[in-house]
């Protein structure tokens, strides 16, 4: 493709990523980073300029500061397709994906390629060559890798505390300038506690003295700067009534726990929220492991059976997932209706130790680690 669209949300590794290619790539690639004024005034006749720079790679860091650049693009890009020059032009980093995806589907649809740099996986840290890194830890900390790589508990808590604090006072306020962030901080800390539960705007609204609309606005910003995610229940034609509220997560376990004020391993597992931390934990990275063409979704009847996560793929469910932090779990009735409702190409309970095994009628347990190994194969 001409161009494609990083995004992520902020401190996850885009810039670094992208100074990386840009020092691969050589002379011939330029990096701006569009918060900084002098950046911003080298691409005043961004026409000009990215018309001269043929066979280079343009890196443009936060490019939504300037959503006048997507048309200007998009006449560098056909003008160099006609030339024959089709693919390796433009690396768009930004931080919000919902609003970054308009901005450049409206002039760049058919040129780009999307892509969303998630928080580091369990199979990217966990390895020999890193002793002492175990999923606990990177469960606590979560996957930002300056928490995650912290000389200490307390150090990659404050480093997350700080984290909240310049989403609040800077991000918000720059995204959303008629929002309130006190409201937002206190709606962050109300999900926290929420993890994983279904979405009840009501209850949100009465808690923050808000309108529902209100609480909508406030969600979507949230998961436009891919802090939440809303998982959509399974909504087959099933001749049973199913459950159709989404449920809510905070994306990074290490963001769920600052928000809770648990610093350590004792501090979490001592917490209520501890089973909802880690099916939310492991949800994120199948679907970070899972690529785009697996579709993620719960299950869940009127009766209660449920299925923690459900892949479907091509319109086929392929798979049906329990998450069990214990390190010897059982099959669920949940899990069995599930399975016997959705028919899935293959079922499997993630667990919190090591290995796997057959748990009878076509069930697999198997770690986290090993889980992300199946959904790359």
Do not use: C
């Not at 669209?5 to 840009?22: D, E, Y």
């Not at 309108?211 to 606005?217: K, N, Q």
């Not at 492991?289 to 449920?306: D, K, N």
């Amino acid at each position: 493709m001409p161009g494609v669209v990083l995004f992520g949300p902020r401190q996850v590794g885009k810039t670094t990523l992208a100074h990386a290619i840009v020092a691969e790539w050589g002379g011939d690639a330029q990096y701006f980073d569009l918060e900084r004024e002098r950046d911003r005034r080298r691409l005043d006749d961004a026409d000009a300029y990215l018309r001269g720079q043929v066979g280079q790679l343009t890196v443009l860091d936060e490019v939504h500061r300037l959503p006048g650049l997507f048309p200007t693009l998009r006449g560098v890009i056909d003008a160099r397709r006609a030339a024959g020059d089709r693919t390796g032009q433009f690396l768009l980093l930004g931080s919000a994906s919902l609003e970054l995806q308009r901005q450049a589907g409206e002039s760049l649809a058919g040129r780009v390629s999307y892509l969303e740099l998630a928080p580091v996986l369990a199979s990217e840290y966990v390895s020999p060559e890193r002793p002492g890194a175990s999923v606990d830890t990177l469960w606590l900390r979560g996957g930002f890798p300056d928490s995650l790589l912290a000389d200490s508990d307390a150090l990659s808590f404050s480093w997350r505390e700080d984290f909240v604090r310049s989403y609040l006072e800077r991000d918000i306020p720059m995204f959303a300038p008629r929002t309130s962030p006190t409201a937002i901080g206190r709606l962050w800390r109300m999900l926290a506690h929420a993890q994983g539960t279904p979405l009840n705007k009501a209850r949100l609204a009465g808690s923050l003295e808000v309108s529902a609309p209100t609480i909508t606005a406030y969600l979507d910003l949230l998961v436009d700067l891919l802090l939440v995610r809303l998982l959509p229940p399974w909504s087959g034609n099933l001749a049973k009534r199913l459950v159709r509220t989404p449920k809510v997560f905070l994306r990074d376990s290490g963001l769920v726990h600052a928000l809770l004020g648990l610093t350590t391993r004792d501090d979490l597992l001592g917490h209520p929220v501890v089973g909802a931390s880690w099916e939310g934990f492991v949800i994120e990275q199948l679907i970070a492991a899972a690529g785009s063409q697996r579709h993620p979704m719960y299950f869940r009847t009127a009766a209660g059976a449920e299925a923690d996560l459900v892949f479907e793929r091509a319109g086929e469910v392929e798979m049906v997932i329990e998450i069990k932090r214990s390190s010897a779990p059982g099959v669920s009735a949940g899990l069995r209706v599930a399975i016997d409702d959705l028919r899935p190409e293959r079922a499997f309970v993630v667990h919190g130790g090591e290995g796997r095994w057959p748990m009878g009628n076509g069930v697999t347990a198997i770690s986290l680690l090993e889980m992300l190994q199946e959904l790359d194969a």
